[in-house]
T-cell receptor, first 115, second 117 residues
Framework: AQTVTQSQPEMSVQEAETVTLSCTYD???????LFWYKQPPSRQMILVIR??????QNATENRFSVNFQKAAKSFSLKISDSQLGDTAMYFC????????????FGQGTRLTINP | GAVVSQHPSRVICKSGTSVKIECRSLDFQATTMFWYRQFPKQSLMLMAT?????????EQGVEKDKFLINHASLTLSTLTVTSAHPEDSSFYICSASPAEGAQDTQYFGPGTRLTVL
């Protein structure tokens, strides 16, 4: 079974700073997808960024980028120029590329951006 | 963009009653829908996967007779919590995977807060 681990329950940074959220996972699969989701106080899940395991290039979406280390099974999220609206719970998630499209979530990291 | 709605957004019921939660894909057809449960300050736990026209697949430890799932059309899945008890109080979230497009895509509903008195 796949597991996803986020070792930082909470993080706090000042506005405009850069912050990196950690995520590691365990799987025997070779092809899979990795995601970072954001859950603001509204509790609506929002996709931040996705990475396909067979792609070596790290995904980027504006201020959000990942550091995907397949051999180390690590998938960290970097938020640059952090904004107050980035305050939320962030969940790392794993999905196998074959079979049922189940998402396996990490425990989450509560990120607070301070003014 | 793809929108998934849930109804009701919050519900309070008495212990022993049944509650139905609807999940609708508003502008796309969803072959697969997923139901998650989220306790306060915790992560999302997958309860079951439902495919249109077939029986749902439940995760280990989830009582299928207690959490009835029906996926009668390509735009609607329902979760019925039968004989609800206070320990069933939680935040229930659905997601939908479109029939067309990237197979890894899931769009999430806004969630339903269930409180059982």
């Amino acid at each position: 079974a796949q597991t996803v681990t986020q070792s930082q329950p909470e993080m706090s940074v000042q506005e405009a700073e850069t912050v990196t959220l950690s995520c590691t996972y365990d799987t025997s699969e070779n092809n899979y997808y990795l995601f970072w989701y954001k859950q603001p106080p509204s509790r609506q899940m929002i996709l931040v960024i996705r990475q396909e395991a067979y792609k070596q290039q790290n995904a980027t979406e504006n201020r959000f980028s990942v550091n995907f280390q397949k051999a180390a099974k690590s998938f960290s999220l970097k938020i640059s120029d952090s904004q107050l609206g980035d305050t939320a719970m962030y969940f790392c998630a794993f999905m196998k590329s074959q079979g049922a499209q189940k998402l396996v979530f990490g425990q989450g990291t509560r990120l607070t951006i301070n003014p | 963009g793809a929108v998934v709605s849930q109804h009701p957004s919050r519900v309070i019921c008495k212990s022993g009653t049944s509650v139905k939660i609807e999940c609708r894909s508003l502008d796309f057809q969803a072959t697969t829908m997923f139901w998650y449960r989220q306790f306060p300050k915790q992560s999302l736990m997958l309860m079951a996967t439902s495919n249109e026209g077939s029986k749902a697949t439940y995760e280990q430890g989830v009582e299928k007779d207690k959490f009835l799932i029906n996926h009668a059309s390509l735009t609607l899945s329902t979760l019925t919590v039968t004989s609800a008890h206070p320990e069933d109080s939680s935040f229930y979230i659905c997601s939908a995977s479109p029939a067309e497009g990237a197979q890894d895509t899931q769009y999430f509903g806004p969630g339903t807060r269930l409180t059982v008195l």
